[in-house]
């Protein structure tokens, strides 16, 4: 069982920047594919953005792939998401998620784990 976990988020102003963190408890963390989700208020959770254990191949949706990056340091089992010029319509929970097979569907029944998420917000 992964056990990934959370931080960074928060309040910040439209235009800010923010960067989440995600430390996965499994050794083997470099096998797997880590990605982040969404899900705003009333919506359904919503694919953002997943790299391979190797950090060579990522993908992005389209409405964050020219501000978001997605990162990741296997030497402390953790995956960054990096977000610039962020916008009110990016408030959401984010969660960290791991998927074991390979590929970057954007289906949240593909993803094996899930963290807890962290709650980001965008307001003046």
């Known amino acids: 069982q992964v056990e990934l976990v959370e931080s960074g988020g928060g309040l910040v102003q439209p235009g800010d920047s923010v960067r989440l963190s995600c430390v996965a408890s499994e050794r083997t963390f470099s096998n797997y594919i880590m990605g982040w989700f969404r899900q705003a208020p009333g919506k359904e959770r919503e694919f953002v953005a997943a790299?391979?254990?190797?950090?060579?191949?990522?993908h992005y949706s389209e409405s964050v792939k020219d501000r978001f990056s997605i990162s990741r340091d296997i030497t402390k089992d953790a995956v960054y998401l990096q977000m610039r010029f962020l916008r009110p319509e990016d408030t959401a929970v984010y969660y960290c998620?791991?998927?074991?097979?390979?590929?970057?569907?954007?289906?949240?029944?593909?993803?094996?784990?899930w963290g807890q998420g962290t709650q980001v917000t965008v307001s003046s």
């Open positions: 790299q391979n254990g190797l950090g060579t191949s990522t």
């Open positions: 998620v791991a998927r074991r097979s390979g590929g970057f569907p954007s289906s949240p029944a593909s993803y094996d784990y």
